[in-house]
């Protein structure tokens, strides 16, 4: 399957080993917490970083002291098989000039143009300049999200295009334990952009919960 979003992993640093599966992510991310001298860490996680950061909390829960999600893909519904053919134009040569921007209109949600704002430049750039050398994201079994023993804080956008959003939010309040979900109407996935202050209002806040219950 394609990964819609996969400009989320460009950066600076160069990739020395091979990272061939969700535990290999796991161990990327326990080894950067390590190298930042973290024991354990309240992580916070957009789309794919939501993702990321669920993985690391299934796989290595010992260092996670809570995990926000933020209206993360693959990780409590399925991507849809229109998000994946949307993204098709976006890969091929010549078509991606102008696919690009309308896919990202169409994740943004908002109607705005995505070229006008300069993080939008540059995640237009990246998706066409860019390949990733990581697998796809893989949506976690029941009995994974079951096992989370953190706080976890899930938050799905209600306007969101890459998963259904009421099957998200049912999911994680279903299935994970210790979670505080909540289903945001107005919000499209670019929640942590279009809410930004009361994402951060709400994300300092949790933190501050579940430090408070240690």
Known sequence: MVDPLRHVHLGASAQTAPIR????????????????GLARAHLVGVSLGGWTACNLAVRRPRRVASATLLDPINTLARMPLALVARTIPTLIPGLSRRATPRFLRYIDGQGTDPLADPVGRVIDAAMRGYRKATPQPALFEDDQLRSLPMPILAIVAGRSVIHDPTTAHERARQLIPHVQAELWPEATHAISGQCADRVNERILRFAAEADSHQ
């Open 21 to 36: 599966d969700a535990s290999d992510q796991a161990a990327w991310l326990e080894q950067t917490l390590e190298g930042l």
